[in-house]
Antibody, heavy 120, light 113 residues
Framework: QLQLQESGPGLVKPSETLSLTCNVSGASISNSVYYWGWIRQPPGKGLEWIGTIYYTGSTYWNPSLKSRASINVDTSKNQFSLKLSSVTAADTAMYYC????????????WGQGALVTVSP | QSVLTQPPSVSGAPGQRVTISCIGSKSNLGAGYDVHWYQQLPGTAPKLLIYNNDNRPSGVPDRFSGSKSGTSASLAITGLHVEDEADYYC?????????????FGGGTKLTVL
């Protein structure tokens, strides 16, 4: 059974860098059929796709976040990570890591989410 | 402003049928990209409900069905249950001048009266 688990600080100060890691268990992150990505949800609001990475390291981004975001993959640890720089209160959200199907682009598995609050 | 447009809310009584629309454009649904639907129960992560327009993952009741035509799609729920009360999101893929990206609807809150 595939499981994704986010981890990282729940509180980040404004202007600093948010860092989250997603540990994948039950499947190999190197499987060529899948992409791996991050999606966030501000409190009381809808879902926003942040970016996605393939096991080879190729990435693609939400244009609105591209200048501040980076995603890396560590196949040896079967995990991938998100960094979002220069955060503001608007970046306060539940952050989900997820698996995307390569062909259909469906997001078929989600982590339980990690709440990150940006506050002094 | 979401790329895919959904009604903010719908409601229905137990046993009734409701539909949720998802309106896109020629760069996403109209370009032939599939639409997928997710159910988000309060306080939980989204869960895949319908994939590739009209397919149900294992374990999803057949009360849930999806369809797509041109630049629009819809989710239908028949025989409403109280436990269907949740937020529902459509999602697709978009290719435009900014590059390829995953896009979501703004979400629809279903209230079971």
């Amino acid at each position: 059974q595939l499981q994704l688990q986010e981890s990282g600080p729940g509180l980040v100060k404004p202007s600093e860098t948010l860092s989250l890691t997603c540990n994948v268990s039950g499947a190999s992150i190197s499987n060529s059929v899948y992409y791996w990505g991050w999606i966030r949800q501000p409190p009381g609001k809808g879902l926003e796709w942040i970016g996605t990475i393939y096991y080879t390291g190729s990435t693609y981004w939400n244009p609105s976040l591209k200048s501040r975001a980076s995603i890396n993959v560590d196949t040896s640890k079967n995990q991938f990570s998100l960094k979002l720089s220069s955060v503001t209160a608007a970046d306060t959200a539940m952050y989900y890591c997820a698996r995307h199907d390569y062909h259909t682009r469906v997001i078929d598995y989600w982590g339980q989410g990690a709440l990150v609050t940006v506050s002094p | 402003q979401s790329v895919l447009t959904q009604p903010p809310s719908v409601s229905g009584a137990p046993g009734q049928r409701v539909t949720i629309s998802c309106i896109g454009s020629k760069s996403n649904l109209g370009a032939g990209y599939d639409v997928h639907w997710y159910q988000q129960l309060p306080g939980t992560a989204p869960k895949l409900l319908i994939y590739n327009n009209d397919n149900r993952p294992s374990g999803v009741p057949d009360r849930f069905s999806g369809s797509k035509s041109g630049t629009s799609a819809s989710l239908a729920i028949t025989g409403l249950h109280v436990e269907d009360e949740a937020d529902y999101y459509c999602q697709s893929y978009d290719t435009n001048l900014s590059g390829p990206m995953y896009v979501f609807g703004g979400g629809t809150k279903l209230t079971v009266l």
